[in-house]
């Protein structure tokens, strides 16, 4: 089986998405202090630049000897485009992070961003679904490290946990996602705006936020609301609900983030998704409903229609999706209502204009990005397909992006990526999962969205993360470069490297 290999860096000390180049480092600069409200609302820069970082989870990776116990990287990016170099290695063994590197953990199994304290630089959760918690196997714990001019760091590290109510196989941290959904203080709504942070169970929701009149960074201050959600309020047949992924964007055009919460459904009907939004409000009290819609679990917000409020994406690739998969487009309404309770667009591989056939199992629709790869101004939709076999290479994974246009999409120009393409790195291989996650990020402010398609597969799990660049007329193959863990200076077997990557 041939596999990739981690080339050595030389002297230059940042590629950008296009290529490589030398850089040297400007100070870092706080930016204006803006909560997270919609998706245009990039909150993923750690060192306060104005360049959005890439964070990214390898929740296999063996730790000091604990197998399985995971680590993130953190990689600062600037008008040079995304560091190889100038990047953090964050674990449980790093001094000042609260616990230690066991076996099992999963640290880096979800990862999530957000400005906690609106001091303008953002700040990073990371999950850690499989901690064990006062003998409870598999309760679940997260991680916030807090953005600074010199980027993440463990000494200021804080500790989540569900302190009311600690369970046995909660999976505490599955999945994480940070805006402004409600005020600290509903008293003075516009007093120091911050973003909260929703954490996943398996079977219920939660939240955090700093109350009114906290210190940004005492481990105290981010509290556990008295707000709960439970996944069987959610489920849409009589049985249980397991909740699967979060994200959030501005769907009804007010002041506040809302939150879209997909899921599927257990015991004697499995696999069946759902997803259900919560519009955001000045009091977490009053987070209101946004309606119920078939699908998923994979969910990604943007503005595809240009009028300024978000839309969301769902991907079915659960128990009675289209064959092979599919997406679901569902606009906002213009107003307070938030979204249209009928989909716009259905997409698969079987749609006009798509490259490829669907079949089952390819999971066309498993993960999903937003980004506008042509400069054009409407975002486009990168789309993984895990499980999609190239030729009688089973389950090598591929990604598709559809481009938007103020209708939603268009198959015009739709295009697809996988390692059997002659400018690709690599092979594709059995298992490979390319295209496992998908983010479309624009790391030297060009105005034009480059991919970063991961297969935690690859390499016998060990991971590798592809840079697929961004042109006027979109995506190109041509130029595309590769890494792992190790180019990063972070172990490599069976890390899984690229399971979770920030959207």
């Known amino acids: 089986m041939r596999h990739l290999r981690s080339a050595a860096l030389a002297s230059a000390a940042l590629l950008s998405l296009c290529g490589g180049a030398a850089f040297a480092a400007p100070a870092a600069q706080a930016t204006l202090p803006f909560p997270s409200i919609g998706w245009q609302q990039r909150n993923c820069d750690f060192d306060g630049n104005g360049f959005d970082d890439v964070l990214i989870g390898a929740p296999g990776a063996t730790v000091s000897g604990a197998t399985g116990a995971g680590y993130v990287t953190v990689q600062y990016s600037s008008s040079s485009g995304l560091s190889t170099t100038k990047k953090s290695v964050l674990h449980q063994n790093t001094s000042g992070v609260p616990g230690g590197a066991e076996s099992g953990d999963g640290f880096g199994q979800s990862v999530a961003s957000g400005d906690l304290d609106d001091d303008g630089y953002d700040d990073v959760i990371v999950g850690i679904p499989g901690e064990d918690l006062a003998g409870l196997s598999d309760a679940g714990g997260a991680t916030v490290f807090w953005g600074s001019a010199t980027g993440l760091h463990g000494a200021d590290s804080t500790w989540l946990e569900n302190s009311d109510q600690l369970r046995a196989g909660a999976n505490f941290g599955r999945a994480i996602e940070a805006a402004r959904y409600f005020a600290p203080d509903p008293a003075d709504p516009d007093a120091n705006p911050r973003d909260s942070i929703a954490v996943l169970e398996d079977d219920a929701l939660l939240f955090f936020t700093t109350p009114p009149g906290g210190t940004v960074k005492e481990p105290q201050q981010l509290q556990l609301s008295d707000r709960k959600v439970r996944a069987r309020d959610f489920s849409p047949l009589d049985t249980g609900f397991e909740f699967r992924s979060?994200?959030?964007?501005?769907?009804?055009?007010?002041?506040?983030?809302?939150?879209?919460?997909?899921?599927?459904?257990?015991?004697?009907?499995?696999?069946?998704?759902?997803?259900?939004?919560?519009?955001?409000?000045?009091?977490?009290?009053?987070?209101?409903?946004?309606?119920?819609?078939?699908?998923?679990?994979?969910?990604?917000?943007?503005?595809?229609?240009?009028?300024?409020?978000?839309?969301?994406?769902?991907?079915?690739?659960?128990?009675?999706?289209?064959?092979?998969?599919?997406?679901?487009?569902?606009?906002?309404?213009?107003?307070?209502?938030?979204?249209?309770?009928?989909?716009?667009?259905?997409?698969?591989?079987?749609?006009?204009?798509?490259?490829?056939?669907?079949?089952?199992?390819?999971?066309?629709?498993?993960?999903?990005?937003?980004?506008?790869?042509?400069?054009?101004?409407?975002?486009?939709?990168?789309?993984?397909?895990?499980?999609?076999?190239?030729?009688?290479?089973?389950?090598?994974?591929?990604?598709?992006?559809?481009?938007?246009?103020?209708?939603?999409?268009?198959?015009?120009?739709?295009?697809?990526?996988?390692?059997?393409?002659?400018?690709?790195?690599?092979?594709?291989?059995?298992?490979?999962?390319?295209?496992?996650?998908?983010?479309?990020?624009?790391?030297?402010?060009?105005?034009?969205?480059?991919?970063?398609?991961?297969?935690?597969?690859?390499?016998?799990?060990?991971?590798?993360?592809?840079?697929?660049?961004?042109?006027?007329?979109?995506?190109?193959?041509?130029?595309?470069?590769?890494?792992?863990?190790?180019?990063?200076?972070?172990?490599?077997?069976?890390?899984?490297?690229?399971?979770?990557?920030?959207?």
Do not use: C
């Open 246 to 503: 979060l994200s959030h964007g501005n769907y009804n055009e007010d002041s506040w983030a809302d939150l879209a919460i997909s899921g599927v459904t257990n015991g004697d009907q499995p696999g069946i998704g759902s997803v259900h939004v919560l519009h955001g409000a000045p009091d977490i009290d009053g987070l209101g409903d946004g309606g119920t819609f078939p699908g998923g679990p994979a969910i990604v917000s943007g503005d595809w229609d240009g009028t300024g409020q978000d839309d969301l994406v769902i991907g079915d690739t659960g128990m009675g999706s289209p064959p092979g998969g599919g997406i679901t487009l569902y606009l906002g309404r213009g107003d307070l209502s938030g979204l249209e309770p009928e989909p716009v667009q259905h997409w698969t591989q079987d749609s006009d204009g798509i490259p490829g056939v669907a079949e089952a199992g390819d999971q066309w629709g498993a993960e999903l990005s937003a980004g506008d790869t042509d400069g054009d101004g409407h975002p486009d939709l990168a789309i993984g397909a895990p499980g999609e076999d190239i030729g009688s290479v089973s389950d090598a994974g591929a990604v598709w992006v559809l481009r938007g246009d103020p209708t939603g999409f268009t198959h015009v120009g739709a295009k697809s990526f996988d390692q059997q393409l002659a400018d690709i790195p690599g092979v594709a291989e059995t298992s490979d999962r390319w295209g496992g996650q998908v983010r479309l990020i624009d790391a030297d402010k060009n105005g034009l969205f480059g991919l970063l398609a991961t297969a935690p597969g690859e390499n016998s799990n060990d991971g590798f993360v592809w840079v697929v660049p961004a042109s006027s007329s979109g995506l190109v193959a041509k130029g595309t470069w590769t890494y792992d863990g190790a180019r990063l200076g972070a172990p490599v077997t069976d890390a899984r490297f690229g399971a979770a990557v920030d959207e």
